[in-house]
């Protein structure tokens, strides 16, 4: 009874009307200090330095208080940095995975671009002599050395080395690294331009790091750290971190630093006794689209779910505790790095625009019903009667995919710039232009409309785009950093929220959306949208219309 009780007064404070004391907007959810963490080295100074792909920044970070000191931004040229390291001069130098640049920050806060790599400039390292190196993963393979001054053309030394990661130089002057196309340590001799294995069997392993006494250690996504012999190529697990391990750093006293490309949390190990330390703690990175289901007792519960890149979580609509954590890294789990995320019956219907992927998840049974990975850079995907339906950036178009054959499809919209989000109502389909500012609809109870009238133009990039429960539709104008409301007959527009911190701007080499700003309704009316900038989910109350 007192249970019953408890649940009629949460849904009466969750229907309370537009002049109660709630704010309209409120962050539900923070996200973690760091937009995921990557790659990550020891500077001279003793501090931590971090480099955040999504983040688009290098962090510097006080060990002991796990305190932010500094971060280094576009302001000095670092932009989507991978990995980084230091020079014996105290320059530190990063890779641009998105761009290909490689940069180096001087000592006296100046900096210079020392060269210009193919998109996908990960791993760098310098060995013994003062020579640099560094790698393509991801989006090429290709292992290169550099000059650290920037003069000397960069030397193509091996093409196709089995795409290395995070790799280090050991006490025998060879390079060290993973391979994430084999799941093997390899190590290369740079000067014959040959290379071996080490040690296979892993897996997927991301990074290795010699310690003081010239062990390898290697970590994966997963959560373990290996020690690995190098003589013998047998490996044991000296850590386990339950999930999340991205790259690795010793300090001076062989404590070991692992950063997350789960979570952006960095956290410290102790390999003598096992106990880990969080030194920054992580969270939500990188949210896109936003779904919602009903949870708990009779379902009258909001479940807000994100596709956070790495992972699915979901959220308590009313307090935002975490509810879910599903990881979705690519070369590791069936789910592959979700961009957005919609509701489809009792299934989840996700795009990723880095993978050109569509896939159908069920979270009840936690398996990916469907997944389709031809698309042309897919910005969003919803559900339509068991099709797919698809914003394609690299056409320019919205295609709709049949559910039983996928290869089948059917153009709904051409010659659109950059459809971004979609919103269906009872066969009327429409879709935002995010450079040209407009909506249009697509169809009309189920018949293509052609040509596709204009419903609203002059918004600022809008992305999110949903149907209210009244009929509206809402969408988000990240140009602008606010939800807008629109009539969908007369075209009118209303200011639902602004001030909100979103619209990230994308780098180069990224879809002009970058990080997807989603919006969702909850069952109670309450609007929640993701802010990429602020790396958080709002809250919002509809004021009534």
């Known amino acids: 009874m007192q249970r019953l009780f408890l649940v009629i007064l949460l849904g009466l404070l969750l229907t309370l009307p537009a002049s109660?004391?709630?704010?309209?907007?409120?962050?539900?959810?923070?996200?973690?200090?760091?937009?995921?963490?990557?790659?990550?080295?020891?500077?001279?100074?003793?501090?931590?330095?971090?480099?955040?792909?999504?983040?688009?920044?290098?962090?510097?970070?006080?060990p002991r208080t796990g305190r932010v000191l500094e971060r280094f931004g576009n302001e000095v040229g670092v932009e989507t940095p991978d990995d980084l390291t230091f020079g014996s001069d105290g320059s530190l130098y990063w890779t641009s995975i998105y761009t290909g640049q490689v940069g180096?920050?001087?000592?006296?806060?100046?900096?210079?671009?020392?060269?210009?790599?193919?998109?996908?400039?990960?791993?760098?390292?310098?060995?013994?002599?003062?020579?640099?190196?560094?790698?393509?993963?991801?989006?090429?393979?290709?292992?290169?050395?550099?000059?650290?001054?920037?003069?000397?053309?960069?030397?193509?030394?091996?093409?196709?080395?089995?795409?290395?990661?995070?790799?280090?130089?050991?006490?025998?002057?060879?390079?060290?690294?993973?391979?994430?196309?084999?799941?093997?340590?390899?190590?290369?001799?740079?000067?014959?331009?040959?290379?071996?294995?080490?040690?296979?069997?892993f897996g997927l392993i991301t990074a290795v790091a010699f310690d003081s006494l010239d062990q390898l250690y290697a970590t994966a996504p997963t959560g373990e750290i290996f020690r690995v012999d190098i003589v013998t190529g047998t490996f044991e697990v000296a850590a386990d971190l339950a999930e999340g391990g991205d790259n690795l750093a010793f300090d001076d006293r062989d404590r070991l630093y692992v950063t997350s490309l789960l979570d952006g949390s960095i956290r410290r190990v102790n390999l003598d006794t096992g106990r880990i330390r969080t030194v920054v703690s992580g969270g939500m990175t990188t949210p896109g689209g936003i779904a919602v289901t009903p949870r708990g007792f009779f379902g009258l519960r909001d479940e807000v779910w994100v596709a956070d890149f790495f992972s699915l979580r979901s959220f308590t609509g009313f307090t935002g505790r975490e509810l879910e954590f599903v990881p979705t890294i690519p070369l590791l789990t069936p789910l592959v790095g979700p961009s957005t995320i919609a509701v489809d019956g009792d299934h989840f219907v996700l795009s990723s625009w880095i993978l050109n992927a569509v896939q159908v998840y069920d979270p009840a049974t936690e398996s990916v019903l469907?997944?389709?990975?031809?698309?042309?850079?897919?910005?969003?995907?919803?559900?339509?009667?068991?099709?797919?339906?698809?914003?394609?950036?690299?056409?320019?178009?919205?295609?709709?995919?049949?559910?039983?054959?996928?290869?089948?499809?059917t153009i709904l919209g051409s010659g659109l710039a950059v459809p971004t989000g979609l919103a269906l109502d009872h066969g009327d389909l429409y879709v935002a232009e995010w450079a040209a500012g407009t909506i249009r609809q697509l169809t009309q109870a189920g018949q293509i409309l052609d040509p596709a009238p204009v419903?609203?133009?002059?918004?600022?990039?809008?992305?999110?785009?949903?149907?209210?429960?009244?009929?509206?539709?809402?969408?988000?104008?990240?140009?602008?950093?606010?939800?807008?409301?629109?009539?969908?007959?007369?075209?009118?527009?209303?200011?639902i929220a602004d001030d909100l911190e979103l619209g990230a701007i994308a780098p180069v080499g990224a879809p002009p959306t970058w990080l997807f700003s989603g919006i969702a309704q909850g069952q109670y009316g309450r609007l929640f949208v993701s802010g990429d900038i602020a790396n958080v989910i709002y809250s919002i109350r509809l004021v009534h219309h």
């Open 104 to 201: 180096r920050l001087f000592p006296d806060g100046t900096s210079q671009i020392i060269a210009n790599l193919p998109p996908g400039a990960n791993p760098i390292a310098f060995n013994s002599d003062g020579r640099l190196f560094v790698a393509l993963s991801a989006f090429g393979d290709a292992l290169y050395e550099l000059d650290p001054d920037g003069v000397d053309t960069p030397e193509l030394l091996i093409d196709q080395p089995g795409s290395l990661n995070g790799f280090e130089f050991g006490p025998d002057g060879l390079l060290y690294s993973p391979s994430l196309s084999t799941g093997s340590v390899v190590r290369i001799d740079v000067d014959a331009r040959t290379l071996e294995t080490v040690a296979t069997g």
């Open 370 to 409: 469907t997944s389709v990975g031809d698309f042309a850079t897919p910005l969003n995907a919803i559900g339509w009667d068991g099709d797919l339906v698809v914003s394609e950036l690299g056409t320019g178009s919205v295609v709709r995919a049949d559910g039983d054959d996928p290869t089948q499809r």
């Open 20 to 62: 109660a004391t709630f704010p309209q907007v409120r962050v539900l959810v923070e996200g973690a200090t760091f937009q995921g963490t990557n790659g990550i080295t020891v500077g001279p100074d003793d501090h931590l330095y971090v480099a955040s792909v999504s983040g688009r920044q290098i962090g510097v970070v006080d």
């Open 455 to 495: 419903i609203v133009s002059g918004l600022a990039q809008p992305e999110g785009l949903i149907v209210l429960d009244d009929g509206d539709l809402a969408v988000v104008e990240t140009g602008a950093g606010r939800v807008t409301r629109i009539d969908p007959v007369t075209g009118a527009t209303s200011l």
